[in-house]
């Protein structure tokens, strides 16, 4: 009996610690649940503002490409006033540097070597507004002088200049042992997307090909009666290179076929 009443003893006790846990594990139960609970309102919030964080990103992206296209097309219109403020000038290379002197300089100067230089008539009053060195420093006599830019009064004159000077080739003066060239005068942003199509007009050269490098930069070949414009240079050189060249055409002598209409350009006509 004694035996059965300790035992009674020990589960009551047992019972009463198992309770104690299970009111402690209750407990921490309920404490874990209202952190989740406050971890899930946390991130319910941190969700509705990574979304409100997310929109504005879209905003912002979309305005940052509208700005871009429109600075973009800022710039092409700053280069579009630039180089039509050029329209007029001309450059020109290789006049040595001690030429100016005894009160002859600028726009006589200028007028005199193009006098000496190029086969100008009587009917070619040609007028120069302001000539002038570019900006820097004096280089020294083994070096090449500074260019002249030369702003004229007419634009006809310009292309009257420019076209004496393609016609010359070589230019020398009598002053002067070495050579002056003649350039229109542009921006250096547009003379480097000019410089770009060096490959595809020397490839139009090659096929005996009518080309004309259009304002700003746009190719214009003639292929066989047919009118190709390029944006992209290397589009215009893969094109020209998918076109055979016409002096091997003379070369290899084709079999005699039937005329269906089809007429070759002139491989011997000159280029605009």
Request: charged share 30%.
């Amino acid at each position: 009996m004694a035996n059965l009443m300790n035992l009674m003893q020990v589960m009551a006790t047992d019972v009463t610690s198992i309770r104690n846990n299970i009111a402690e594990m209750r407990g921490s139960l309920e404490s874990l649940g209202q952190r989740v609970s406050g971890v899930e309102a946390k991130m319910g919030r941190l969700g509705e503002v990574t979304e409100d964080h997310e929109a504005r990103l879209i905003r912002v992206e979309g305005e940052l490409a509208h700005q871009s296209r429109y600075a973009g097309d800022l710039w092409d219109r700053v280069q579009d006033l630039e180089n039509r403020s050029r329209r007029n000038n001309i450059r020109v290379i290789g006049v040595p540097e001690n030429v100016e002197g005894n009160g002859v300089s600028g726009p006589t100067m200028l007028l005199k070597i193009l006098q000496d230089c190029l086969p100008l008539g009587e009917s070619d009053s040609i007028e120069v507004e302001r000539a002038h060195r570019t900006r820097g420093l004096k280089p020294p006599p083994d070096q090449c002088p500074r260019p002249i830019i030369a702003r004229l009064l007419h634009f006809q004159d310009r292309e009257r200049i420019l076209e004496l000077a393609r016609e010359a080739g070589e230019i020398y003066w009598w002053w002067w042992w070495g050579g002056i060239m003649i350039f229109p005068d542009m921006s250096r942003e547009l003379a480097a997307q000019k410089k770009r199509f060096t490959p595809a007009r020397r490839r139009c050269m090659e096929l005996g090909l009518r080309y004309a490098l259009q304002y700003p930069a746009v190719l214009r070949v003639t292929v066989e009666s047919r009118m190709y414009r390029f944006d992209d240079p290397e589009e215009a050189l893969k094109k020209l290179n998918e076109i055979p060249d016409q002096s091997r055409r003379r070369e290899s002598p084709q079999p005699q076929m039937k005329n269906h209409g089809h007429v070759e350009e002139d491989p011997e006509e000159q280029r605009e």
